[in-house]
């Protein structure tokens, strides 16, 4: 038997050799063979008749040539390997991607040995029309394959390496396929990649409320807005359920408008008017948070949100006990109730008083300064008849303030759970008679349950490499390249000097004497000195406005005095200044600094609040800081802080531009601020 199989091997190896040389010359109906056409496949028995010789001796395949066609009929991995005719072995390892073993089964055509006509390989040739099909014929090949190349030695299989560099032979048809079977595999690998994509909890899960009187972009004033719009979306993301809930004002864009999906409506009485009042409820989901509209025309139908005190005061005693009610209305009882400033700060009183037997009585509270100077102080008469709260809560205590008025911030203060300002710097001041507006004793009263958590800013919003506003888009790595092409572009746009050599000084501010103008008026004449220019972009008291006017056209070409709110022109200050000033006699916390970081644009502050919190000073002798400072609220210091800035932007430009990149490096994300408020709701909520 030995010997019968030997003398086999040795005639099919000098057929094999025969047709190979054969093969050679009609290399083109040999390509055309690979062209795996669909026939060849469906045809079993065609491809058989080829590899008959070819596919016996799977292993010693030396008539793989022909087995070519067939392997280059299904997956193109098995015509590379073919191409080797005789690593037939080798055309299996291609099979690894599971083709191989496909060309395998036409092994098991060893019996079509007696079709060895080569006349059937033709037909393969006319099947070459079949290459638009080919996508189809693999699959059914595959699946009558795999039993075949089940049988099929295991040592074929290893081959595989070889066989990838024999098939350069045949390879071009069959690359092609080759890159199409590789296209089809990677398929999976989205899935793959999506997994860790996944948000990963490492923290219980919590229901938040948020209160507030304004939110970007349904309404926006300053950075109560942009802090009600961000935190609640990054909470999302830490496994937090949130809701926001606000009034629903006229001058909310129609297109949210137009959205808001009617959620229900009730009547409610209020206080000592004698009167029910309707509420309904509108609501709007976003980015996983849910937002809800209090509507009451006879309340939020002006045209902007805040009016005077003695259309306020009415409004927001109402927004703040229709907000509870409309919880209980929504069977949605939060863990935490979170309000802002004092638009909302009735809450915690009404939840304490009038809402304790309800469901949602037993909900912690939060209550968050934004800024302090601002109280909703009015007269106990006037805000005892707008709520109804009971007479024990205008005391010394609680509501009272100066014997005949009430205070709803300071009422809020003593009933909520927590208090947070935006800050722990500005937690500490507002203990002080300087900076306590009159509340530092009520404060330092409650310091058990206060503590200050810096702001962030929302990268989707601020992100000088995505941000459409710019006229060049630039990150860390090409700031020092693409940040002088913004300031060009800044300038042409404010008729300014084009000159990328000359210091741009930036100021995007709310007009007023909070934000240290008194201190920038006084030194405008010592700055402009031919390489400084000025940029002002802000609206607010006439004092100021008319200054900044009058500036803008002493220096012309050098002071720019943008008396507007302009948002997307703030985004190109960002980009295109130098330096920003933020010279506040207090602040909170401050975005804008935060904002010029991130853009690459240095910051000149007051040593205050959250800006004292941000902003390092930046040290000449190890170059480290990220800013430049000065501490007494002083126009000499602002000046010397300019001074120092102009200093090392001339004549140390290598150290500048360090610092610019450190501060895009900074996280001034809400990412870090969002995962301080989680662990204060945890606290509040220890189940």
């Known amino acids: 038997m030995a010997q019968k199989k030997a003398q086999s091997t040795q005639k099919k190896t000098a057929e094999a050799k025969g047709a190979s040389t054969s093969a050679k010359k009609p290399a083109e109906s040999v390509k055309a063979a690979p062209v795996k056409s669909e026939p060849v496949t469906k045809t079993e028995p065609a491809a058989k008749a080829e590899p008959a010789k070819k596919t016996e001796p799977a292993a010693k395949a030396e008539p793989a040539k022909k087995t070519e066609p067939a392997a280059k009929a299904e997956p193109a991995k098995k015509a590379e390997p073919a191409a080797k005719a005789e690593p037939a072995k080798k055309t299996e390892p291609a099979a690894k991607a599971e083709p191989a073993k496909k060309t395998e089964p036409a092994a098991k055509a060893e019996p079509a040995k007696k079709a060895e006509p080569a006349a059937k390989a033709e037909p393969a040739e006319k099947a070459e029309p079949a290459k638009k099909a080919k996508p189809a014929a693999k699959k059914p090949a595959a699946k009558k394959t795999k039993p075949a190349a089940k049988k099929a030695v295991a040592e074929e299989t290893k081959p595989a390496e070889p066989a ?18 590789a296209a089809a595999e990677p398929v999976a690998e989205p899935v793959v990649e999506a997994a860790p994509a996944q948000p990963q909890y490492d923290t219980p899960r919590r229901s938040v409320a948020f209160i507030g009187s304004e939110c970007h972009p349904f309404v926006k004033t ?18 937090c359920d949130v809701r926001v809930i606000l009034p629903r004002y006229a001058c909310i864009p129609q297109k949210y408008q137009d959205k808001m999906v009617y959620r229900g409506e009730f009547y409610m009485d209020l206080g000592e008017t004698g009167r029910s009042y309707y509420v309904g409820i509108m609501e709007y989901i976003w980015d996983g948070v849910v937002y809800d509209f209090i509507d009451n025309q006879e309340f939020f139908s002006a045209g902007n949100p805040y009016v005077g005190l003695v259309e306020d005061i009415p409004k927001y005693c109402f927004f703040s006990k229709a907000a509870l009610a409309a919880l209980n209305y929504m069977n949605w009882i939060p863990d935490i109730i979170h309000c802002h400033d004092w638009q909302a700060a009735l809450v915690p009183v009404f939840q304490k008083t009038l809402f304790k037997d309800s469901p949602v009585g037993h909900a912690k509270s939060v209550l968050t300064i934004h800024n ?25 205590g609680a509501l009272q303030q100066a014997w005949r008025d009430a205070n709803m911030l300071k009422g809020g203060l003593a009933y909520a759970d927590r208090i947070t300002t935006v800050s722990n710097t500005y937690a500490w001041e507002i203990q ?87 201190l920038v008026n006084a030194i405008v004449p010592q700055i402009m000195d031919g390489n400084t220019q000025v940029v002002v972009l802000g609206t607010g008291d006439k004092e100021y406005e008319d200054t900044f006017r009058y500036y803008e056209n002493a220096y012309k070409g050098m002071f720019s005095a943008c008396i507007q709110y302009d948002e997307s022109r703030a985004h190109r200050i960002y980009a295109g200044a130098d330096v920003l000033l933020v010279p506040s006699r207090f602040e909170p916390c401050g975005l804008t600094q935060l904002n010029a970081m991130h853009y690459g644009t240095l910051p000149i502050v007051r040593e205050t609040g959250g800006l004292k919190d941000t902003v390092e000073p930046y040290n000449v002798f190890n170059g480290g800081g990220n800013g430049f400072t000065f501490d007494r609220y002083d126009a000499g210091l602002l000046l010397d802080a300019i001074n120092r800035a102009k200093t090392e932007y001339f004549t140390s430009r290598y150290h500048w531009d360090e610092v610019v990149q450190r501060d895009m490096a900074k996280d001034v994300s809400w990412t870090n601020s969002a995962r301080q408020y989680k662990d204060l709701y945890l606290e509040l909520t220890p189940w």
């Open 164 to 181: 990838a560099e024999a098939a350069p032979v045949a390879e071009q048809p069959a690359a092609p396929a080759a890159e199409t079977v």
């Open 222 to 239: 300053g950075g109560l807005g942009d802090v009600m719009y961000a935190l609640p979306r990054e909470l999302v993301k830490q496994n």
């Open 372 to 396: 302090l100077r601002f109280q909703g102080i009015y007269n106990i008469p006037t805000i005892r008849y707008w709520t109804g709260l009971p007479a024990e809560v205008f005391n010394m």
């Open 432 to 518: 002080t008679p300087e900076y306590g507006e009159k509340l530092e004793d009520h404060l330092r009263y409650h310091s058990y349950k206060l503590r200050g958590i810096v702001n962030g800013i929302d990268y989707g919003m601020w992100n000088p490499a995505t941000d459409p506003a710019l006229a060049v888009n630039y990150d860390i790595t090409n700031v020092l390249e693409r940040k002088p092409q913004n300031k060009l572009a800044l300038q042409k746009e404010l008729g300014l000097v084009e000159d990328e050599g000359k210091l741009v000084v930036g100021l995007i501010s709310r007009l007023t004497n909070q934000k240290g103008l008194d």
